[in-house]
């Protein structure tokens, strides 16, 4: 059994249908892109997952557990972490003080704080600047406080929504390469991500999105050399 499947996922947004009818899965150990153009319904389905738009039709079924009536903090703490598109920091408070929130579902206090010199050693910068309010630090690092605090829950799976919207070039390799050593050390990731081209190169398999439903879906290398996706998404 795949780690996260979803089945004929219809979501309507009053009476207009956003995700219509569509099915996936992802299997434990995976880097599985979500691409497509904006309005597509990427968002929408990482929502639906988490919980925090219900779902008119279909099921969401994770490490065995139908998802379809469970509330969005029983979700993360049956191990799934959502970083949401735009970070969502909480600017107001210090860099440490949003690691913390990251695992409000967890009670061990050693174990959180083996979590915390986890994240800290994934990201350097973010040690440096503990004490520092989370509203002033760059873009960069704002996105990877929101994947250190979601990584502070100990996740499975690992939703991220656009980690490369704003950044600078350089700051988005540096992101990419972030999440291909998370990968590496075991967490699952489900990418949606308007660089195409990035998301392909780190993926194992993608689904392309077009208007709700699944347009195309392989191995991510194969869609690489797929001339629609290539003239679509890739520039080429």
Known sequence: MALLEVENLEVAYGVIK???GISFSVEEGEVIALIGANGAGKTTILHTITGLIPANK?????????LNKTPGHKIVSMGMAHVPE???VFSQLTVYQNL????YTRKNKSEIHESLKTVYKRFPRLEERKNQLAGTLS???QQML???RALMSRPKLMLLDEPSMGLSPILV???FDIIKVLNENGTTILLVEQNAKK???IADRAYVLETGTIALTGEASKLMDNDSVKKAYLGE
């Open 18 to 20: 956003a995700i219509k």
């Open 173 to 175: 390799n540096e992101i």
């Open 139 to 141: 873009g960069g690092e």
């Open 100 to 103: 913390k929130l990251g695992a």
């Open 146 to 148: 929101a994947m250190g």
């Open 58 to 66: 279909g099921q969401i079924t994770f490490a065995g557990q139908n």
């Open 199 to 201: 998301a392909l190169m």
């Open 86 to 88: 735009g970070r969502r």
